[in-house]
T-cell receptor, first 116, second 117 residues
Framework: KAGVTQTPRYLIKTRGQQVTLSCSPI?????VSWYQQTPGQGLQFLFE???????NKGNFPGRFSGRQFSNSRSEMNVSTLELGDSALYLC???????????????FGPGTRLTVL | DQQVKQNSPSLSVQEGRISILNCDYT??????FLWYKKYPAEGPTFLIS?????DKNEDGRFTVFLNKSAKHLSLHIVPSQPGDSAVYFC????????????????FGQGTILTVHP
């Protein structure tokens, strides 16, 4: 079974631009979560999508948004980029079933975003 | 407010010996705990998990222990191998009403494990 894939793997943008990152979950997984990893803050939860609906959201400004498509693929968008948005953005999928294993997540390799 | 803490930034162990990685949490709503391993330039890899209704879970060389009263969990790796050298993250979640809800894992800051041949 193929793992979680993320594209692109590396991205360089300038301040004020916007960026869209893509995530394809493991086949059969319906939940997709996004995380930001920085040296200072560690891994921080951005949001989670299930069946094309955002079910949970972390403490990030509205410049960070996402969506999920009917095939469970997800995109994340960051508008008006700031220098502090430079980070590794990780996508994780889980099957989304009942019970505690709902949050047993499998991660993609990440997209390294650099904002200049 | 760091709800999941890994107080040891690094750990060095000899090959063949036991590695013990520790994790503390403060949120009593957490009811599911996971350990991930991460190599540079890769996403975290799921290792093992434990529900709050258990105090131990084993999978091959990996065993996770949970002490709910102390809000403490640990990951034991026996025997340690050089290929185990990586950053290890403890994570917690809650699906209880009023908990952190769906899709959100709260991570510790990680412990760098180095296993020497």
């Amino acid at each position: 079974k193929a793992g979680v894939t993320q594209t692109p793997r590396y991205l360089i943008k300038t301040r004020g631009q916007q960026v869209t990152l893509s995530c394809s979950p493991i086949s059969g997984h319906r939940s997709v979560s996004w995380y930001q990893q920085t040296p200072g803050q560690g891994l921080q939860f951005l949001f989670e999508y299930f069946s094309e609906t955002q079910r949970n959201k972390g403490n990030f400004p509205g410049r960070f948004s996402g969506r999920q498509f009917s095939n469970s693929r997800s995109e994340m968008n960051v508008s008006t980029l700031e220098l502090g948005d430079s980070a590794l953005y990780l996508c994780a999928s889980s099957w989304g079933g009942r019970g505690q294993s709902y949050n047993e997540q499998f991660f993609g390799p990440g997209t390294r975003l650099t904002v200049l | 407010d760091q709800q999941v803490k890994q107080n040891s930034p690094s750990l060095s162990v000899q090959e063949g010996r036991i590695s013990i990685l520790n994790c503390d949490y403060t949120n009593s709503m957490f009811d599911y705990f996971l350990w991930y391993k991460k190599y540079p330039a890769e996403g975290p890899t799921f290792l093992i998990s434990i529900s709050s209704i258990k105090d131990k879970n084993e999978d091959g060389r990996f065993t996770v222990f949970l002490n709910k009263s102390a809000k403490h969990l640990s990951l034991h790796i026996v025997p340690s191998q050089p290929g185990d050298s990586a950053v290890y993250f403890c994570a917690a979640s809650s699906l209880l009403p009023g908990g952190t809800s769906y899709g959100k894992l709260t991570f510790g800051q990680g412990t760098i494990l180095t296993v020497h041949p």
